[in-house]
Each structure stands twice: as C-alpha cells, then as structure tokens.
C-alpha cells in the first residue's frame, strides 16, 4: 500500500509521529508522579510510553465473556484480553460479546472524564484506563482482519458486524477526547496509543524489516483529523495488500518468522512458527531493551547467581532466552490451541555446546517445558476463562531446534517426540540428513500414539542459504587458490581484492596466503562468483586459460546453480516423503511398521513440514510453496524482500502453486554434482534406500549422501555450529556480566 503525496501532504502525522521513540524517554509512573506534584501537568506521551510489565491476574472474578474481557484490558493485558475472543465456541456470539464488552469500556472511558485533575494518581488512572480501552479494540480488530478470524471459524457477517461497532466506538472515543481539550481539539490519548502502536512495529530489525516497514505505511496513511478511522482503515489495507497474507488465505503455504519480535503482527498475516537461537535472542534484546528490566526481575528469584553469576551461566542463559521466548509463546497460542498443536509453535534451540550428548540435551529441554508450562497454566487460566475444559490447559506449544550435527540428534529427536514434545531439526543441509531425522521423529510419534500422548507438530529445517553459502565459498577458495598459483604478485592481487569487498582489514592481520583467500572467500565478503573483480582474477590466470567473458559465462553458470543447491535439497526431502502417491505409501509403512490406525498414521503425516530456512533470495521462498507439510520461515528483511517482489510488475502467484513438487533444470543439476559437497548434500545413503524400497519410493536417490558418524565433519555443519556455540558463549557472557552488574549495584 503506498500513500499517496496528497494523503501525505494533508496527514498530520509528520508532526506528531515523526519523533523517533528511544529508551531515554520512558519515564516511570513514579517520575511523571513526582511532576505533576510539583505542578506539571501528566504528561499523557509518557504514560502511555512507559512500557511496564504486568503480572498476570492472580485471581479471576469475571461473570462472563464480555465482563473478562474488559477486567483484562483494564488489568494491563489488552493482547491477552483481545485473544480471549478467538476460541470455537465465540462462533455465533462475536457481535453480542464484543458489543456488551464496548458498554463497559465506554463507562469506563466516560466516567474518566468526571475525576478531577487534582491528583496525580487519578490522571494517571485515567490516561491508564482509556489507553487499555483503546488498544484493546483495536487488537480485537486486528484479530478481525487477520488470518485468526478464518480458524475459528467466524462467518464474514458477524465479523463485518463487529468491526463496524468497534471502528465507530473508536472515533466516538476520539471526539469526546477532542472536545474534553475544546482549546486544542486534541485527542491525547488516542494519538499516544497510534504512535505506540506503530512505535512497536519499528522496533523489529531496527526498522529494516518488513513488520518495521508496514508501521512506515501505517503512520504515513494517518490523518489528525480523523485518527482512529485512518489508523483503523490503514491496519486493515496494510494486513489485506500483503503478499503473505493473500499466499495464506489462498492456502498456497505456511510461514514461520526467524525474528523473536513482530508475532503478533505477523500472525495476523497467517504465520504460525517462530525460530529462536542464540543470534536471535541477543538481537531481541538490542531491538527492544525493555527485556532487561523483564530479566532484572526474574535475576532478583535467584540469589545464588549473585555470588558467582560463572558458576550458573548456562542457567543465567537459559532464564535470558526464556525472557524472550515467553510473549511469542503467548503470542502464538491462540494458533496453537485452534489448531490442536498443529500450528503456533515456538522453536527453542537447546544449548549449542551440549548439541551432541543425548543426556545434557534431554536434561535442558526438560527444564524449558516444565518452566513454559508453568508460565501457560497461569496464562491458559485468562485466556481460556469461561471456555470448556475440553482442550488441555498449559501444554506447551514449543518444540526444541536439535541439531543434526551429531548422531546423537537421532536419540534426541525420537526420544522429544515419544513424550510427545515437538522437535525442529536444525543445522540441516542434506538429504540424508533431513531424511534420516524425519524417520526418527516418525518413530517417536508413533510411540506416542500408542499409550494415547498426544503428538505436537514437527519441523525438519533446510538450512539452504548456509548450504549455497558453504558450495560458493568452497568451490571460490579452489578457484582463487588455483588462479593464485601462477600470479607473481599474488600478495598484492589477493589484496586489491579483498579491498574492494570490504575485507582489507582482516586479511591484513593474515599472514598466509591460504588464510587470506579463505577470508576473502568467505560469505561475508563474496556474495556471488559474479562479483567483477573476482571474475577478473580468475580470468587473469593462464593455469584456468580462460578470456574474460569466458570465466564470467562460466562463473554466471555456477553462481545460477548454486543459488538453487538449497532448493534442490529441500525438493528432493519434501518429494520423498510428501509427494501425493508417494504420501500414500508413507502411511501404509507407518501402520505396518508400528501397528498404527489409519487415522494415527494420517496424523503423523501431517503433522510433519519441511521448514525451508536461512533464505538469500525471494526465490528462496516462492520456488519452495506447498499447499502441505511446508512451513517457510523468514528474517524479517527477508520477508520485506519478498514483498517488493510482488509487487513488481508481471508478478504471477498463482505461477507459483506448489512450487515445491516443480523440478529442475537437469542442466544445473549437472552442474551441481560437479561440487563433491553437493553431492554429498543430495544423494541418500544405502541405509536410506533400503528403507524407501521397503516403503515402495520410487527413483533414483544415490547413495554418496553422508551417514549419521559424517554428519559434525561436513563443512556447513561445522560452520554452523561454531557460530552458533560462539554466538551462545556470547549471549551468555552478556546475561552474566548483566546480573553482575545488578549484584554490584545491591
């Protein structure tokens, strides 16, 4: 959705949204207090701002819906109480509900009028209470226009119906607002709460992404005249115009967020599947630092870190991790509880220097899914007030990232899903991988299923960026280290080189060649063979003997296959196991090998996805839709990328229906295997084959695929995992110094 210049020109929201939010002016309630005692007016910006964490009700008094829904907004939970209205059994009742529940927020709001402005306390209750009132219709409307409405399932007409009451309830709120301030015609509040909103949305990625991006289109669509309207009419054009929404709604695939913030927003688009590790919870916590204050109050439950915070660091890093995963759990468990687990699942990675033993991993996830159901009992009891007890209160909606560098994630991923706890493999790039890891999770489900466990959904992640990533700087390195071994001034060649990919200042603390090339090999630096000056380097050296636009179609050649190696991995893996006749034979072997129903076995079936990850490219995405067992899941600049190229002329979606069952050029597929470690990445093992042809798969799968000992030697793998285990010493380190820090302040 673009704005156009004239909505521009006339919105007043350059003025009073274009300040940019930083943490400096979050004052505290007691701050803004101890103002306005001596004599400045509450600042109503401040208030509303001032991001503070409430607790959970400790006791519910509700009578009913429309009566828990209010005391919920009103109790500092407005996202909670907007969710309340997604359930099956609201269906039919929506319009009524939500009418009755704007009778009493609109008592609420009128009445704040009445109380003087002689107390301090008072204004702030009242600012307080219609900022809730706000937000909390305009979530409830949120859920409307997005995706939530289709699970229920509500019908188009109450939801219309409903809409229509909130968006008149909004404006009438702004313009007792406007006429309590006759002088200035301003609707405080309801300004305060849209530039909140919006503010939310920019913290995601810094502002790059693509959530961060729709709050650009949001605010630039305001209109001070007319500001709930606009910003009512704005959220529901810029929900309904994005790509991911209509891939959605059209059932065209599911989409997963490699972003810890942003899931609500994101969950209105449809997506139902969000990764964390390491490098994502340290990121949540530079976009949004209120998560500190959130781990100041979980550090003081734990004296004994004090003393010695080194000592419990794994602990301190698992209790930070979970600071951040707690509101996606939330945010996603309405999906969660719609869906019977199928959907709205948190993807927690288990500590990266333990990947490899079974015990230690088991141990950690057990600690995390005893520690989320806690926090979901306490959660279910609001969000599932007045409801039937048929769905079971606090069983998490998080599975565990095991990674499938080692052996020992076989073990881990039967052994999660055998107690019926979701797994998502991760630090997969292979067939064999991913194929070998599918089987277990199928093995643990089955297990489950026959002492009645319910089963949780399960992803098997296709790391296919990290795999082009680690082709093209394999096959750079061989061709550079070549190139250089008939180049007398190969010193000075490698540097111009990494000069001009901006990795001049590494490769001069490199000693030798081999470290400088692989440096300036390396993902970082060289994004593509097409790069000019690498292409020149390769063509100035006579042991290739090739002219320059020969090395460039050559190289051209090898970048276009490369791009597609992920692809034709997760292709291959989802084809295995997903491709409709070969589906029917998977459900034939599974009642067979583990004496399943059909319905046992059907469930398994779908309950497993290939999670296409790690993407480079909008093709990344669009080249790997299907309408079953796929979940995409992107970074949020990722997502943004994707939606620039809808929005291209000649974009055809429906070109890209079940793209995933699409096959390849033979030509590139050629070209691939001349890579040893693509090989490696596409073909199966003997062990594998033995088991399709017990299955009935039929074709030609190759056996040079790693085995399960092979799996920590492969390069992207070991690549992986030390960024990860660095990424996860770091993080913790942080935690660490954080909490000594408090201990020297107390």
């Known amino acids: ?219 630039a669509s305001l209109r001070e005249d007319s500001l709930m309207a606009s910003l009512f009419d704005a959220l529901r054009s810029t929900i309904h115009n994005n790509i991911y929404y209509r891939m959605v709604t059209l059932g065209m695939c599911k989409f997963g967020n490699d972003y810890a913030l942003g899931l609500r927003w994101l969950r209105h688009l449809g997506y139902v599947q969000v990764s964390t590790n390491p490098v994502l919870a340290a990121r949540a916590y530079d976009d949004d630092p209120i998560l500190w204050d959130r781990f100041k109050l979980e550090a003081s439950k734990h004296p004994e870190w004090f003393n010695s915070p080194e000592a419990h660091g794994d602990d301190v890093a698992m209790e930070a991790t979970k600071i951040a995963l707690w509101p996606n759990l939330a945010a996603f468990r309405p999906i969660a509880i719609l869906s019977s687990f199928h959907d709205g699942m948190v993807s927690y990675q288990l500590n990266p220097n333990v990947a490899g033993r079974l015990r230690e991993s088991i141990s950690d996830a057990l600690k995390i899914y005893s520690s989320a159901q806690e926090f979901l009992c306490k959660y279910d009891e609001s969000l599932l007030w007045g409801y039937s007890n048929n769905v079971e209160r606090g069983r998490p909606n998080i599975v565990f990232k095991v990674a499938g560098g080692y052996s020992s994630a076989i073990e881990i991923t039967a052994s999660l899903n055998r107690m019926g706890i979701g797994t998502n493999n991760t630090v997969t790039y292979t067939v064999a991988q991913e194929a070998t890891l599918i089987l277990a999770a199928m093995k643990g489900m089955a297990d489950a299923l026959r002492i009645g466990i319910p089963i949780t959904q399960a992803y098997e992640t296709n790391m296919g960026g990290r795999l082009e990533s680690h082709l093209r700087e394999t096959k750079a390195e061989e061709l550079l280290t070549r190139a250089m071994e008939t180049l007398e001034d190969r010193d000075q060649v490698i540097f111009r080189l990494a000069e001009e990919l901006g990795a001049s200042r590494e490769v001069d603390k490199t000693a030798d060649i081999e470290g400088k090339i692989k440096i300036t090999c390396s993902a970082k630096y060289l994004k593509s063979l097409e790069q000019p000056t690498f292409v020149g380097v390769i063509a100035s050296s006579e042991k290739l003997g090739k002219s320059r636009e020969q090395a460039k179609t050559s190289l051209t050649e090898l970048e276009t296959a490369i791009q597609m190696a992920g692809t034709l991995v997760a292709r291959r893996v989802y084809q295995i196991f997903f491709r409709p006749q070969n589906r029917t034979k998977w459900l034939s072997y599974l009642q067979r090998e583990f004496s399943l129903s059909i319905k046992q076995a059907e469930e398994i079936m779908d309950k497993i996805d290939v999670l296409p990850a790690s993407k480079r490219r909008p093709d990344d995405t669009l080249l790997t839709l299907g309408r079953k067992n796929v979940t995409n899941t992107e970074f949020p600049n990722h997502q943004q990328n994707v939606l620039e190229a809808s929005r291209k002329q000649g974009f055809n979606l429906p070109g890209f229906e079940d793209s995933i069952l699409d096959e390849c050029d033979p030509k590139i597929v050629e070209k691939l295997m001349t890579l040893e470690d693509f090989k490696k990445a596409y073909e199966a093992t003997p062990e594998l084959d033995e088991v399709f042809r017990k299955v009935g798969i039929e074709g030609q799968f190759g056996d040079r695929g790693i085995r399960p000992s092979e799996w920590s030697q492969f390069g992207a793998v070991v690549k992986t995992m030390r960024e990860f285990s660095e990424a996860y010493d770091a993080f913790k380190e942080k935690a660490i110094k954080f909490v000594r820090g408090i201990s020297k302040k107390d």
């Not at 949204?17 to 001596?38: P, Y």
């Not at 109790?75 to 969710?83: F, N, Q, V």
């Not at 509500?154 to 809409?163: G, H, P």
């Not at 008149?168 to 313009?175: I, R």
């Open 1 to 219: 959705m673009k704005p156009s210049s004239a909505n521009l020109a006339n919105s007043g929201s350059q003025n009073f949204l274009g300040i940019v939010i930083s943490s400096t002016v979050r004052l505290n309630l007691e701050s803004v207090a101890s103002l306005s005692e001596k004599g400045v007016k509450v600042d109503v910006r401040s208030v509303i701002l001032n991001e503070t964490y409430e607790a959970l009700p400790s006791r519910i008094h509700s009578l009913d819906h429309c009566g828990h829904i209010v005391q919920t907004a009103l109790s500092g939970h407005p996202d909670l109480a907007a969710d309340h209205i997604l359930n099956h059994e609201m269906k039919g009742r929506l319009e009524q509900t939500i009418g009755s529940a704007i009778r009493q927020l609109n008592l609420e709001f009128v009445k704040s009028a009445l109380y003087g402005k002689d107390s301090v306390d008072i204004q702030i209750f009242k600012v307080k209470a219609r900022q809730r009132a706000y937000e909390v219709l305009i979530e409830i409307a949120l859920n409307l226009f997005g995706v939530e409405k289709r699970l229920v399932p509500f019908t188009d007409e109450e939801v219309e119906k409903s809409l229509k009451i909130i968006k008149s309830c909004l404006e009438s709120w702004e313009v007792l607002e406007k006429t309590e301030a006759a002088s200035e015609r301003i609707a405080r509040v309801a300004r305060a709460v849209a530039e909140n909103l919006i503010h939310t949305m920019k913290k995601v990625m810094s502002g790059s992404g693509m959530v961060a991006k729709m709050g650009d289109e949001v605010q």
